[in-house]
């Protein structure tokens, strides 16, 4: 997994050892299957090769599942992909379409598929006659929050668990407006991610279920603030972006 991407997967004080949302949902997903789970952390872009060596067994690291990427991998789903969007506590805006940012100045992080909804959303408000989004780029999710707490942003789109983590951690500084799905128009997904025909999938697909059925998923999503991204089951290879 990837550390850095606060709540997901992060150092502890230590500097040494990971914990996180991702580490605590891959900790039950092996204890499910009676293993015991040992933590590689390495960078986001590396994971393919990780997992295609066999240096790890699966990758759980906030990978959502691609039609393109099916073609090498196989996917157990355990979270939903969503995008938050992120403004001041006291803004009172509520975002949940297009002409909900109409006008405004939204932060978001270039080259990402936020940046395409983000795109998407202007050139329809555009269509329809309202006011352009005033779109600026942040390469670092620390430079929003500042840019978010000085206003010179109304809103920033980027990945819920950070945002939403931002909401919980700093109530008096931030809000969570509204949650996008990471595949709009369409629903994505977030899944455990293994080498294609190796069965290890199916057998992550068995441990997501057990974890939801006996109610220690939904507690470590609600430790997280991640509750808008619990699913109902796993699902083996689904549909996934591109389709």
């Known amino acids: 997994m990837t550390q850095g991407a606060v709540p997901l997967a992060f150092y502890a004080d ?75 506590a006291d803004s009172g805006l509520q975002i949940s379409s297009a002409p909900d940012i109409a006008g405004l100045t939204v932060g978001v992080a270039s080259g990402t598929n936020q940046e395409q909804i983000l795109l998407a959303w202007d050139a329809e408000n555009v269509a329809a006659g309202l006011a352009p989004v005033t779109i600026d780029y942040y390469p670092k999710y620390d430079d929003a929050i500042l840019a978010l707490q000085s206003g010179r942003l109304d809103a920033y789109v980027g990945p819920n668990p950070t945002a939403a983590y931002s909401a919980a951690t700093a109530p008096q500084d931030f809000a969570i407006a509204g949650t996008t799905s990471g595949g709009w128009p369409a629903t994505a997904d977030i899944a455990v991610t293994t080498v294609r025909g190796n069965g290890y999938a199916a057998a992550f697909q068995a441990a997501v279920d057990h974890v939801i059925a006996d109610g220690t998923y939904a507690e470590v999503l609600a430790r997280w603030g991640l509750q808008d991204e619990a699913v109902d089951s796993s699902q083996l290879n689904p549909p996934g972006l591109g389709a």
């Open 14 to 88: 230590d500097n040494s050892t990971v914990i996180g949302s991702e580490t605590d949902l891959a900790t039950l997903f092996g204890d499910a299957l009676g293993l015991q789970v040992e933590f590689v952390v390495n960078d986001w872009s590396n994971w393919p090769l990780s997992v295609q060596s066999g240096d790890v067994d699966a990758v759980i690291s906030n990978v959502t599942v691609t039609e393109e990427r099916k073609q090498l991998y196989d996917f157990a789903t355990y979270r939903s992909d969503v995008l938050g969007w992120l403004v001041g």
